[in-house]
């Protein structure tokens, strides 16, 4: 290799979920990485997101007594994914890898000094499907101290939450109005926010806490990590890759690579005419992803020959817009919304279709299909007096005084009657109360015929275990009435580049482009289409970053 104006073993592209799992592994085989980050915050979407990660059979389900095993596993993903001719990313052979190697990739991240945890019940997405986990296979990051970064503390990217909180106490502070258990947690992060300001500590938590231990830990490994630093070209001879053409200090560098090339760069979320082409409907001011989401490193490796797949799939994650929000990062998230009891979800002409409490990539997937037989995007959350007293709705607290402004500009429309609020909606208004009196039909006698809502345990968690028979059905049936539009945003694409069971990338005719090696969204999900629980898309981020690196490092032995 010549030309280069340095050379590292290995480099990475982006600074998301699975890049600095990677640098770990490959420092601790002794090579030299950098990473590189075309933003100037560094930890990608993951720093940004909750920051769980699906790890079947981990070590923390083993210490706690949860059954799982790979069979297991293996048997859930079968029944969920499946074998398609149309998801290359997400053949048998990837999918048995991705369960064997992720335990050990916490098991590596856990003696590298990354504190981790598992939340204690959290569903699998499908737990009513063979291999199916009720207690869930989430590992997340416990609370980290920013301060401990020193510097390095102003290039992590905010998390969602900013509150010094773990998830799952976020996850339970939703039922504060009827629950002690909530109460106690509300006053034990107050408590602990008093003590980490006497104490001149600051916790983030969620993906923050994720990427932040991640960070310090790669500092400390002697990892190189750079932002403002876009990558513009990969560098090939002879088809194979060598290195990368990318900015230092505004000017071109070229950075060569022994070992090889890691792209972890995200997915094109971020990019509306690739969204356009690949995902019509869609809008990028509707993701939630990191601002560097833009998608060039995807066609950079196409320009390559990288064949693609899966490229019209998202991770669906159903948001709301409150004036004043149009052009705010992080928008609400209203998944909990119409899964809590007293709530549905209906298209323009007043149908309910789907189970309101199925997973958010599940969920959105069926606006979108919905809206192309009937108007469905945006569609209608509706709700009466009963959830406005005991749930939050968009950042806003149970039986809070609602913004002015939320009714004046139509964001949140209110009326007496079922047949009133569907006019101000545009609805045809017998068309609306029937649609309701359905479902409260089915709540009378504790059964969703239509769509089964409340069968599974995931459904039941999304809900409300506090309240009555059945914590997903509540009547629609006291006024004043509520509706509110639901916009099928999203957390990432979930289609890219076809990647093997090394992690390396591969050619339309299946041959690998030597030294290329992707993660994350930039690639075509190991999950096909299907989200088979919390943390699908942050996991593999972290495997097959995990499993790129020990590949090259096997080279370079």
């Known amino acids: ?295 060039e490193m995807i066609l950079e490796m196409m320009r390559h020959g990288a064949a693609i797949a899966q490229m019209e799939e998202m991770v669906g994650n159903q948001i709301a817009i409150p004036p004043g929000m149009e052009n705010e990062a992080i928008k609400p998230v209203v998944q909990g919304v119409t899964a809590a009891p007293h709530c549905i979800l209906v298209d323009q002409s007043g149908a309910r279709y789907m189970n309101e409490a199925g997973s958010y990539m599940a969920y959105c997937k069926g606006m979108l299909e919905r809206h192309r037989i009937v108007p469905a995007v945006p569609s209608w959350a509706i709700m009466d007096e009963q959830f406005m007293r005991s749930y939050m709705l968009a950042g806003t607290m149970p039986g809070s005084k609602k913004p002015a402004t939320w009714f004046e500009e139509g964001f949140l429309r209110k009326a007496d009657t079922i047949e009133d609020l569907a006019a101000t909606i545009g609805v045809d208004p017998t068309a609306l109360r029937e649609t309701v009196d359905r479902f409260n039909g089915f709540v009378a006698k504790n059964s969703d015929d239509d769509f089964q809502r409340g069968n599974r345990a995931y459904d039941r968690w999304l809900g409300d275990s506090y309240h009555g028979e059945n914590s997903s059905l509540g009547s629609i049936s006291q006024g004043p009435f509520y509706a509110m539009e639901v916009l099928p945003g999203d957390v990432g694409t979930y289609g890219g580049v076809v990647t093997d069971n090394h992690a390396r990338v591969l050619r339309e005719d299946g041959s690998v482009i030597p030294g290329l090696y992707a993660t994350g969204i930039s690639t075509a999900s190991v999950m096909g289409r299907v989200y088979p629980g919390a943390g699908a898309s942050v996991g593999p981020s972290f495997v097959w970053g995990y499993v790129a690196a020990k590949h090259a490092a096997s080279i370079g032995a």
């Open 1 to 295: 290799m010549s030309n280069f104006d340095e050379t590292f073993d290995f480099v990475v592209v982006g600074s998301g979920g699975g890049s600095m799992c990677a640098a770990l592994a490959l420092r601790a085989a002794g090579k030299s990485v950098v990473v590189l980050e075309k933003t100037p915050l560094l930890g990608g979407t993951t720093a940004r997101s909750g920051g769980v990660m699906w790890i079947p059979n981990n070590r923390f389900m083993k210490r706690d007594g949860v059954k799982d095993s790979f069979e297991q596993a293996k048997t859930y993903l079968d029944a969920v994914v499946g074998d398609h001719n149309d998801t290359p990313g997400a053949t048998a052979e990837r999918r048995e890898t991705y369960l064997a190697q992720a335990p050990e990739m916490v098991d590596f991240l856990v003696d590298q000094g990354i504190k981790l945890n598992r939340v204690s019940y959290w569903p699998d997405y499908y737990d009513d499907r063979p291999g199916g986990s009720e207690q869930g296979r989430t590992v997340v990051a416990d609370l980290f101290n920013i301060n401990e970064l020193g510097e390095w503390k102003a290039k992590l990217r905010p998390n969602f939450l900013s509150m010094m909180s773990t998830l799952e106490e976020m996850l339970k502070l939703r039922f504060i109005k009827q629950s002690w258990e909530s109460k106690r947690i509300a006053v034990r992060m107050v408590l602990r926010t008093i003590g980490a300001k006497l104490t001149g500590k600051h916790y983030v938590t969620a993906g923050a806490a994720l990427q932040g231990r991640m960070l310090q830990a790669s500092i400390k490994a002697g990892v190189d990590l750079r932002t403002d630093a876009p990558v513009h070209e990969l560098i090939l001879e002879n088809g194979a890759t060598r290195g990368v053409l990318t900015l230092k200090d505004g000017r071109t560098h070229r950075i060569g690579a022994r070992l090889g090339v890691l792209v972890n760069a995200g997915g094109f979320a971020r990019n509306q005419s690739m969204r356009d082409q690949y995902q019509p409907g869609t809008q990028s001011n509707w993701s939630l992803t990191a601002e560097g989401d833009t998608g």
